[in-house]
């Protein structure tokens, strides 16, 4: 009597693992927005909307919770018939190990989305006080050796600080090595999120496959991301080295082609720079005091006592409805007002919040980039 052959399950290729989280990306979506509906209709919208961002978290564990830590598959592996595994070994993954990757991969953006913005905010404030300081040693030696041939090169920690100013918020971002993870994913077909490369959980056809039945790679794909890092980083490199950093120090607001202003914020000049500008605007206090701002200062914008324009005011406001003065996002009075490219007014930190979260108008559904949005001054 014959024993039957001995059958070894192959790992899955790129496709299916890419096609099976789409489908869970699907459900998920799905989820999260019985979710949201469930929150607004129980604590209104103002509480959906003011916790957006935790909903989706509640929503992503909820999902991973009833299916990976319980040891049971997703429904996106179960369409494409794999399954986890630990490694190299092909054991099912123990206990510990599915609720780490579930708590990199869902807690860990989370939490760098919290904590990233303040500790910028703090190293831009040290960095810029240093340069400051910087400065003022320049500008004395310059005026020591006034009518003199010598000349006061830049010091090399002022470079370098100048340097980590400039490019703060590309250092401390965790999108390069997420590009680098999934290039290397292109390539080798394995640990599509970066958590499950922290974990070493890979994916197992839970059937065989036949030797007809070939999937083709993405190492095109890993080529092209390959190249686009590379690119990226030379263009930063001959950015970097033709950039005078001196000038980035001294130069006041509209005489160059950026400015630092209050809080060690570099502001490009160019009209089209939304995305740098946008740094500007989020660290912005939404309801600053009386006393001028080291923006005010720099901008030479003075301070107005009270509003411009009152809302309340009917002669002034009259010609607008009671109930289009409200924002449909909070349903308060507007602070802030803020208009998008398709004419709609919410509250800035409303629109702002949400453009983040879907890049669409809450009206209209047009398109609506956080960086398109602009504040009404008055």
Known sequence: MTSPPRFTYPFATSPDIIRSH?????????????????????????????????????????????????????LGEEYCDIIQVEGESGRLPALGRRAGYILSCILGPYLLGRVLPVF?????????????????????????????????????????????????????????????????????????????????????????????DGRVGYEVLGVLLALQIAVQAYLHLQNTLTRDTISTVTLPAGTGATAMVGGGVEVSLDPNAYSTNNALLFDTPANPSSAPTELQKWTHTPVSEKPRYELGDEQTMGWIDEANRKCTLCLEEMKDPSVTTCGHVFCWTCISDWAREKPECPLCRQSCLVQHVLPLRG
């Open 120 to 212: 910028r905010r703090r190293i831009r404030a040290k960095l810029e006080a240093n340069l400051r300081r910087y400065a003022r040693l320049h500008a004395k030696a310059q005026q020591a050796e006034k009518g003199g041939k010598k000349t006061t090169s830049t010091p090399l920690g002022a470079r370098v600080q100048s340097y980590l100013l400039n490019n703060l918020d590309t250092i401390t971002s965790p999108s390069p090595v997420y590009a680098l993870s999934l290039a290397t994913f292109y390539f080798s077909g394995s640990y599509y999120h970066f958590s499950k490369r922290i974990w070493s959980l890979r994916y197992i056809f839970t059937r065989q496959v036949s030797e007809g």
């Open 22 to 74: 789409q489908k869970d990306a699907y459900f998920s979506g799905v989820l999260l927005e019985q979710l949201s509906t469930l929150l607004r209709k129980t604590y209104g919208a103002r509480f959906a909307h003011t916790y957006t961002s935790e909903t989706h978290v509640l929503g992503e564990l909820l999902y991973l919770g009833l299916t990976t830590l319980i040891g049971n598959r997703t």
